[in-house]
């Protein structure tokens, strides 16, 4: 009997084998396979639309949340061939590509992506009219297109447009947006009197962001949605001691001399039959290192244009306890923690009607001891 137990030992197989993972993926059945699926979802969507003679351009906000993945492509509307993506997001953990037909975001791992870029989606012509066609897929919410219309050059017939608060909104059928238009090419021959009057070049919303470090380096980048009708110059001069990182056009980056403390902008709207035109800029300081106690000075930069409305947020050191001592802009309400991944306090500042000055904030800082033994 125990020799018979011996030679069924000596019978059994033994030692090990090494199988590639996607193999192994295979033989652990469906269920694996589909855990080891990317996981993400498109949590809002916003569209918006504005006709012109080459197609419509569309401005595209998405915030997508990936559960798990890297590199995980999510479709968000569907194109046809010609789509043209006209500006890209700067976002360094996303992109936007034109994948077979369908406008997709890749994201570069888990957490909260938000994208903004624009596209030319082509129209098909007959005659005066254009017909521009695009539809969302089965990942995006449905959201109604809102269109951007100058009158006086194009009508917007159809019976999914709806005319409201000055602009039009296109309601999708099955996912579907169909946009048309008509050129009003024979306004050319009616009296001058009866063309839109020019718009005066205007900054009608400024909007910026200090994030400063307790090592007392500091960026400002800042926002400027400009009012105009035609090309034109808008000057922007650096404050002392602050210098330009980057600029950027209707989202194209313009070159810099590092030097200079002074930037011409040639600006013009964004697109044929559109009113604005938006420029983005990015500062750097150094402030030094902070003390126990002190006065900080924010100074944003100077436009030659006038402003309407100039609204800052501040991101500061949580060390601190904050106390607004002068400057032209006024406190919005009390500090709050800061938004995002930055650390710090934030602190809200505005002031409207801006002309031939530049924006000031005044800050006293010191320790802050609340909730301290030693208070």
């Not at 009997?1 to 019978?11: D, E, H, P, R």
């Not at 000057?235 to 030097?259: C, H, K, M, W, Y």
Request: proline letters at 7%; a negative charge; hydrophobic letters at 45%.
């Amino acid at each position: 009997m125990n020799a018979l137990v011996v030679m069924l030992l000596a019978a059994a197989p033994s030692g090990t084998a090494t199988v590639p993972l996607n193999e192994l993926v295979e033989l652990l059945g469906p269920k694996a396979m589909e855990a080891s699926k990317p996981v993400a979802a498109v949590t809002s969507l916003s569209l918006v639309g504005r006709p012109g003679e080459a197609g419509l351009w569309v401005e595209v906000e998405a915030s997508l949340r990936v559960v798990s993945g890297t590199s995980v492509a999510v479709p968000l509307l569907e194109v046809s061939a010609d789509t043209v993506v006209e500006s890209l997001p700067d976002s360094a953990d996303a992109v936007v590509v034109l994948d077979d037909g369908a406008v997709t975001a890749i994201c570069a791992g888990p957490g909260a992506h938000r994208l903004s870029f624009k596209l030319l989606v082509r129209a098909a012509r007959d005659g005066k009219r254009s017909t521009a066609r695009f539809e969302t897929t089965n990942l995006a919410p449905p959201t109604p297109l809102k269109l951007d219309v100058d009158d006086g050059l194009f009508d917007v017939p159809g019976a999914t447009v709806v005319r409201e608060w000055g602009g039009y909104v296109v309601f999708p059928q099955k996912r579907v947006y169909q946009v048309a238009w008509a050129s009003k090419q024979e306004v050319q021959n009616k009296p001058q009197v009866a063309q839109r009057a020019p718009v005066d070049p205007l900054v009608k919303d400024a909007t910026s962001r200090w994030v400063t470090t307790l090592e007392g380096r500091a960026t400002h980048e800042v926002k400027l949605t400009l009012q105009l009708d035609r090309a034109g110059s808008l000057v922007v001069t650096a404050p002392e001691g602050q210098r330009f990182l980057r600029a950027r056009v209707n989202g194209l980056p313009i070159p810099l001399d590092p030097s200079s403390q002074r930037l011409t902008l040639e600006v013009a709207p964004a697109s044929l039959g559109a009113a604005e035109a938006v420029v983005e800029l990015a500062l750097a300081q150094d402030f030094g290192v902070f003390h126990l106690s002190g006065k900080l000075e924010l100074e944003s930069p100077l436009v030659s244009w006038p402003v309407a409305r100039w609204t800052t947020e501040a991101v500061l050191p949580k060390v601190f306890t904050w106390v607004r001592h002068g400057g032209s802009m006024e406190q919005l309400g009390t500090e709050a923690e800061a938004r995002g991944e930055v650390p710090g306090k934030a602190l809200f500042f505005t002031q409207h009607l801006i002309t031939a000055s530049a924006p000031e904030i005044s800050l006293g800082y010191s320790v802050d001891i609340r909730g301290s033994y030693f208070r």
